[in-house]
């Protein structure tokens, strides 16, 4: 993991022990790392979530939290996500490659 990304991970676990939560989280992580992107946060969230010295449930909780927050404020409000089939693996329109196998290929005719 990268310098900046265990800082901004040492940020979020600092503000959860403080008792933080929500925006004020994300607000006390702004102030100590001011470059830092929503990105990376939630990628310094995730990374948390999988540490294993972590084991505090309570602020798993808010850091997980806080990343899906963040990550759900991505998706935009005037979007319409319902249209969308849930059983569709690729998106519309993506071509995936595909290899002819002569064998396989071969429709039998009909008698």
């Known amino acids: 993991m990268s310098r900046k990304r265990k800082k901004i991970y040492a940020a979020l676990v600092d503000g959860a022990t ?11 992580v702004q102030k100590r ?3 830092t992107s929503g990105k990376k946060i ?15 449930r309570n602020i798993l909780n808010v850091i ?11 998706v935009r409000p005037d979007e319409d996500h319902d249209d969308d089939d849930p ?10 490659g595909t290899r002819k196998d002569k064998e396989s290929s071969a429709v039998p005719a009909a008698i």
Do not use: W
Request: aromatic share 10%.
């Open 18 to 28: 403080e008792g933080l939560a929500g925006r004020d989280l994300y607000d006390f």
């Open 33 to 35: 790392c001011p470059k």
């Open 42 to 56: 939630v990628r310094a969230s995730l990374f948390g979530l999988t540490d294993p010295h972590l084991k505090d």
């Open 64 to 74: 997980y939290d806080l990343a899906i927050r963040h990550r759900m404020d991505e």
């Open 87 to 96: 059983n569709q693996a690729f998106p519309p329109g993506k071509k995936l």
